[in-house]
């Protein structure tokens, strides 16, 4: 098994811009999460989804972020526009109708 | 509500020495509890879970015991290795089926030679 997939694993960008993140999660799992990673504030819980249908989003921090998941094997995280405080490392997880999430191994953001 | 707290690192060990990482929480319900471990510039992996009460996770060495009477799943190994120099995350979860794991704030683990 691959495990969950993420791309890009890096990316830089300008302030303003608009940046996709994409995840794949291992099959099978019926649970996909994403999280975000900084310094300053841990790792929080930004969205997760169910059997594609969004179940809570209360960490997504503003409207600028949005996330999708138009079938089981993909995900979006989409922030427009982006700004310098998004820097952070996002990750993937998925999880099977246990209680065991498997984590991808992140997409470095920056934004300048 | 429900939290995690860890103890504090960054935490700095001789090779061959006895590891503790003290993790407590609070919860409102019966959750299952877990332990990640974040090696540098990659993603989390589960290291060891324990799901009810007097249950003991272990793994690669590491071992945990959820204790409800302390709210406690300390993290322990006996003999640390460099390889071992990695974030660790206590963390835990109240819905079955996948549901929102709250996170520590993770300590740093770093073995010396």
């Known amino acids: 098994d691959a495990g969950v997939i993420q791309s890009p694993r890096h990316e830089v960008t300008e302030m303003g811009q608009e940046v996709t993140l994409r995840c794949k999660p291992i099959?099978?799992?019926?649970?996909l999460f994403w999280y975000r990673q900084t310094m300053m504030r841990g790792l929080e819980l930004l969205i997760y989804?169910?059997?594609?249908?969004?179940?809570?989003d209360s960490g997504m921090p503003e409207d600028r972020f949005s996330a999708k998941m138009p079938n089981a094997s993909f995900s979006t995280l989409k922030i427009q526009p982006s700004e310098p405080r998004d820097s952070a490392v996002y990750f993937c997880?998925?999880?099977?109708?246990?209680?065991?999430?498997?984590f991808g191994p992140g997409t470095r953001l920056l934004v300048l | 509500g429900n939290s995690v707290t860890q103890m504090e690192g960054p935490v700095t060990l001789s090779e061959e020495a006895f590891l503790t990482i003290n993790c407590t929480y609070t919860?409102?319900?019966?959750?299952?509890l877990f332990w990640y471990v974040q090696y540098p510039g990659e993603g989390l992996q589960l290291l060891l879970k324990?799901?009810?009460?007097?249950d003991k996770g272990s793994n690669k060495g590491f071992e945990a015991t959820y204790r409800k009477e302390t709210t406690s799943f300390h993290l322990e190994k006996g003999s640390v290795q460099v390889s071992d120099s990695a974030v660790y995350f206590c963390?835990?979860?109240?819905?079955?089926?996948?549901?929102?794991?709250?996170f520590g704030q993770g300590t740093e683990l770093s073995v010396k030679p």
């Open positions: 997880a998925s999880s099977p109708p246990l209680e065991t999430q498997y």
């Open positions: 099959s099978g799992h019926d649970y």
């Open positions: 989804f169910n059997n594609n249908v969004p179940i809570d």
């Open positions: 919860a409102t319900g019966y959750p299952s």
């Open positions: 324990a799901t009810k009460a007097d």
């Open positions: 963390a835990l979860t109240l819905a079955r089926g996948g549901g929102k794991l709250i």
